[in-house]
């Protein structure tokens, strides 16, 4: 009868096997969900093609912005120059002071003095206006860009 000794050398050659096996094995495993991880990011990051439904509008011909100094007709000339290019407006409405705006997110300039009133324009934080007339916590005021209209001054402004 044969006597079977514990052979330590096959047992390590054995074992540094297994570990180099598993080691492949989850490599092969990293790649393979990196790589379908890709694909799928690949496919979600592009845009479907837009579907097209019979009550669409047909696409609209490029602006007259975009057409060449040459392509403009005689017509389109003349009527440039008949159009009156609009009035200055007269500065006749006096400044009381200026203030710059303190409320962080900005002011909305209305049509009137209220919250009811259209908004027409804003004013960005930091910014500084002429006030032209004040009717409680209301303020008319004129921007930097000549727009006339009225903010609630009474504590989101700073007077200067």
């Known amino acids: 009868m044969a006597s079977k000794r514990f052979n330590l050398e096959g047992f390590l050659l054995g074992l540094i096997k297994f570990i180099f096996g598993v080691a492949i094995a989850l490599f092969v495993i990293s790649l393979a969900g990196v790589a379908t ?9 592009t845009l479907p093609e837009r579907p097209l439904y019979e009550n669409d509008a047909p ?18 000339q003349s009527a440039e120059a008949s159009t009156p290019a609009p009035a200055a407006q007269p500065d006749d409405t006096k400044v009381l002071y200026k203030v710059k705006v303190t409320y962080g997110a ?5 049509t009137g003095p209220g919250p009811d009133a259209a908004t ?11 006030v032209l007339e004040e009717s409680d916590r ?6 930097s860009s000549g727009v006339e209209g009225w903010i ?3 504590g989101n402004t700073q007077k200067l």
């Open 120 to 130: 027409i324009d804003g004013i960005d934080f930091d910014e500084t206006v002429d």
């Open 106 to 110: 900005g002011l909305l300039v209305r």
């Open 152 to 154: 609630k001054g009474r």
């Open 37 to 45: 991880a890709r694909y799928f990011l690949t496919q979600l990051s």
């Open 59 to 76: 696409a609209q011909p490029p602006s007259d912005a975009a057409k060449p100094a040459e392509e403009t007709t005689a017509a389109e």
């Open 138 to 143: 209301w303020y008319k005021v004129r921007t």
